[in-house]
C-alpha cells in the first residue's frame, strides 16, 4: 500500500470512528447499525460505482458527507423553509469542520484539506466537477436507500416535487445512473411523473424491481 493510500484509509477509520457513535440506528441484515457509518459507506460505494478514479480529495469528501449529522438536529432550529435553510448551511460548515479537523490529524496539508471543505460545502456546483459528483453521489445514495423510507411519511405530490428537485441537481451523468437505479414500483411511477414535469430531463422510468 502506498502513502498516500495508507494516509486514506487511516481518514476513513477516523471518519468511521466518529460516525459510528450516532446514537439513531437502523436495521441492515438484521443487526443494528450506526445511521450516519451505514451513511459513509454507502457514499463510498456509489462513488466507486460512479467514479472509480475519483481523487484523493473527493473520496474524502464524499465520506465525510454526513459526518457526525446527529450533533446539530433539525429541532435546534425553526420549522420552515428560512428554518431548514439555516440547519443546512450550518451542517455544512459542521462536517467541513470535523473533516478537517480528522485530516490534519492523520497528516494532510493545508491545500488538500482546503479542498475538501470546499467540496463539503459545495461551493462551485454545477462548476465544478468535483463538488457536481459529489451532488450526484448523495442523489443516487437518497434514491437508492432513503426513498422508500422518506415516501411512507409524505403524499405523492410532495414526494414528486422532491424528486424533481433532485433531478435539477444532478448532471446528466448522474440522471443516467439514477436511470439504471432497481426501485421499488412507487418510486419508478413517481419519478416518472417527476421527469415529465421536467423538460429538460428524459422522460424515461427508472428500471423498474
Known amino acids: 500500500m502506498t502513502a498516500a493510500a495508507a494516509r486514506v484509509e487511516r481518514a476513513f477509520e477516523e471518519f468511521d470512528l466518529i460516525n459510528a457513535a450516532d446514537p439513531r ?3 441492515v441484515d438484521g443487526a443494528e447499525q450506526p445511521r450516519e457509518l451505514m451513511y459513509a459507506r454507502r457514499m463510498s460505494a456509489a462513488l ?3 467514479e472509480p478514479d475519483a481523487s484523493e480529495e473527493l473520496r474524502l469528501a464524499v465520506r465525510a458527507q454526513h459526518i457526525a449529522r446527529w450533533e446539530i438536529p433539525r429541532a435546534t432550529f425553526p420549522p420552515g423553509r428560512q428554518g431548514y435553510k439555516r440547519w443546512r448551511t450550518q451542517l455544512m460548515e459542521h462536517h467541513a469542520a470535523v473533516a478537517a479537523d480528522v485530516m490534519g490529524k492523520v497528516g494532510y496539508d493545508e491545500p488538500a484539506i482546503a479542498r475538501v471543505t470546499q467540496l463539503l460545502r459545495k461551493q462551485g456546483l454545477k462548476r465544478d466537477a468535483e463538488v457536481q459528483t459529489l451532488e450526484d453521489v448523495a442523489c443516487l445514495v437518497f434514491l437508492e436507500n432513503y426513498f422508500d423510507g422518506f415516501a411512507r411519511e409524505h403524499d405523492d405530490d410532495k414526494l414528486v416535487d422532491i424528486l424533481r428537485k433532485t433531478w435539477v441537481k444532478m448532471s446528466a451523468r448522474g440522471r443516467e445512473a439514477a436511470l ?10 413517481l419519478v416518472g411523473r417527476a421527469l415529465a414535469q421536467d423538460p429538460q430531463g428524459p422522460t424515461t422510468p427508472l428500471a423498474e424491481p
Open 48 to 50: 466507486a460505482r460512479l
Open 180 to 189: 439504471g437505479l432497481d426501485l421499488g414500483e412507487r418510486a419508478s411511477i
Open 25 to 27: 440506528c437502523e436495521s
